[in-house]
């Protein structure tokens, strides 16, 4: 531990005061490094305690350099952590380089950067978090300012135990009832040897501290100021409860806070959801800042993963494609599935000839097709907006959902938003037999929302949970939840390439079990581990 967690609570600490004002304006602060002033002159002052929230905030999309291009923040948890190793993700373009991740044959490489990314990532967030928790209390400025910082401090360290949860320990339906390996739980600015607690000890902390947050922010009475979805509010941890309640199976504690969360961030319409997902809409209950001003140029998502980014305008990459079988089950005048390039948008191809769709790549290969796929493109695009894939390279079920709205890839991105808590709700009702209520959720999300007016739910049991598990998939599409949906779930992916009905790329296309690679857990980085003595 003397090492390795020394240096990242050092670089935590840096980070938390140097990034941004609390306008996330282009002018940097004028501040010493804390390495030399010391956590006690970086929270000082609550002025400062919200410059060093916001350098929470930049940290989950600025570049990490120790680790080289492209591990920018939640940028590759969404990528290399969710969307790669998922079922109905594909980038096919790329996918044969990328093999052991979408395969998941790296969950036991100890010494890549690819287990270690997420560790380092995310006790960085904590070290920043528990830098404001243990300081705010005699910080220069006013006690609601204080209790505010504080609240936002402890669920942004929420939101990291919860995401380490995800990736480095077992399921809770596996645990032994929590008995199984948790995390290390650090709750102040020591760096010292420290064992891992049980997972429910984990889940215990987390539950704390959003309790105590939400106390602090209702005590407060303040909330952020309105657009800044960077800074967490009542509702994000509120939103944080109802996720570590649904992967620990607390069934009713997740319908509850979901139904907090969402409280004033209503639905949007399905013009915004058309908007192009790069700027904030009603019901981003959290995401990133992403002016120009902050531009992180190649490194950003948008940059590879947007329909309008550099990569997709430039070269023949694509911007990822959604899984053929799923989007095919989803009807085709529903509002999401006019955002990619599906089957019945161009009718009459056989989509087994080659010379239509190449059987490798799913790209379209027929001129007149990849001509009627440029007009359909030019019809919905983002007004205002670089028109998507100018490259001319389309592929089946390429994705028109996320744009950038300055080149190489600027945007604002979402990490929680209303939609996903609606979710929640259809999912725990399922699991608490409110069959009616689940059904109701479904219905506000697909027919209420105007997403599909015409969509009805009647169905029961096995269909039900079909259902609520597909429209959680289209809904949330590419933000960063598919592979840990699939491992909460314990359900197996399952790839199928063009020859057989799907559209993943041959090298790609197996089935991964549910109980194969470690039970789909990530192993301590041996960086911890080694210098960890308390560790066994």
């Known amino acids: 531990m003397k090492t390795y967690i020394s240096k990242l609570f050092i670089y935590s600490l840096v980070a938390g005061v140097s990034f941004l004002t609390s306008s996330c304006s282009s002018d940097y602060l004028d501040t010493a490094p804390t390495a030399s002033t010391g956590a006690s002159d970086a929270v000082g002052t609550t002025e400062n305690a919200f410059k060093a929230l916001n350098g929470i905030a930049k940290l989950m999309t600025t570049q990490h ?8 923040g939640e940028n590759n948890i969404m990528s290399l952590y969710e969307a790669y190793p998922s079922q109905n993700y594909n980038y096919n373009y790329y996918a044969n380089g990328w093999l052991p991740i979408f395969n998941q044959t790296y969950h036991n490489r100890t ?9 380092y990532y995310y006790y960085t967030m904590v070290g ?25 401090a402890l669920t942004f360290r929420a939101y990291a135990f919860e995401k380490l949860l995800r990736y480095y320990c077992w399921r809770w339906q596996d645990s032994n009832n929590g008995a199984s390996q948790g995390i290390i739980l650090r709750l102040d600015e020591s760096t010292d040897g420290m064992p891992y607690s049980t997972l429910a000890e984990s889940y215990a902390q987390i539950y704390k501290d959003l309790d105590e947050a939400i106390a602090l922010f209702n005590e407060s009475g303040i909330d952020r100021p309105a657009g800044e979805v960077w800074t967490p509010n009542v509702n994000v941890a509120h939103a944080v409860y109802a996720r570590a309640a649904l992967t620990k199976q607390d069934y009713a504690k997740a319908l509850s806070e979901a139904k907090l969360a969402r409280q004033g961030y209503p639905l949007m319409s399905n013009a915004e959801y058309h908007a192009g997902f790069c700027n904030p809409t009603s019901e981003w209950i959290f995401g990133s800042y992403g002016g120009s001003q902050e531009n992180i140029w190649y490194w950003s998502y948008g ?16 911007a990822g494609s959604i899984g053929r079988e799923l989007i095919n089950r989803i009807p085709d005048n529903d509002a999401r599935k006019a955002l990619f390039l599906t089957e019945d948008k161009f009718p009459g191809y056989d989509w087994n000839d080659k010379k239509v769709l190449d059987p490798d790549y ?19 695009a983002v007004s205002g907006l670089e028109t998507p894939y100018q490259s001319g390279w389309y592929y089946l ?10 080149l190489p890839g600027v945007s604002y991105l979402p990490f929680i938003r209303s939609s996903e808590m609606v979710l929640v709700e259809a999912e725990a009702n399922y699991f608490l037999n409110n069959t009616a209520d689940a059904q109701a959720a479904l219905v506000e999300l697909n027919a209420t929302s105007g997403r599909n007016p015409q969509y009805t739910c009647t169905k029961t049991g096995t269909d039900l949970w079909n259902e609520i598990m597909d429209y959680r998939e289209v809904e949330l599409w590419g933000e960063g939840f598919a592979w840990s949906d699939y491992k909460r779930w314990n359900r197996p992916v399952v790839r199928k390439a063009v020859k057989d009905g799907g559209n993943a790329y041959p090298s790609v296309a197996i089935t991964i079990p549910a109980d194969g690679a470690n039970k789909w857990t990530w192993d301590v980085p041996l960086n911890e ?6 560790l066994e």
């Open 65 to 72: 350099y120790y680790f080289g291009q492209g591990f920018a």
């Open 529 to 534: 581990t080694d210098y960890n003595d308390a």
């Open 362 to 380: 799913a790209t379209f290969e027929d001129k007149t097709l990849s001509a009627e796929a440029a007009a359909y493109i030019d019809r919905i």
């Open 128 to 152: 920043n978090a528990n830098t404001i928790i243990c300081n705010i209390d005699v910080a220069e400025g006013s006690d609601s300012d204080k209790k505010f910082i504080k609240a936002s």
């Open 111 to 119: 010494n890549s950067i690819y287990d270690a990314f997420a560790w």
């Open 303 to 318: 940059t590879q993963y947007a329909c309008n980014g550099y990569s997709a305008s430039s070269q023949p990459t694509g």
């Open 397 to 406: 079920g390429a994705q028109l959902k996320f744009y950038v709205f300055d």
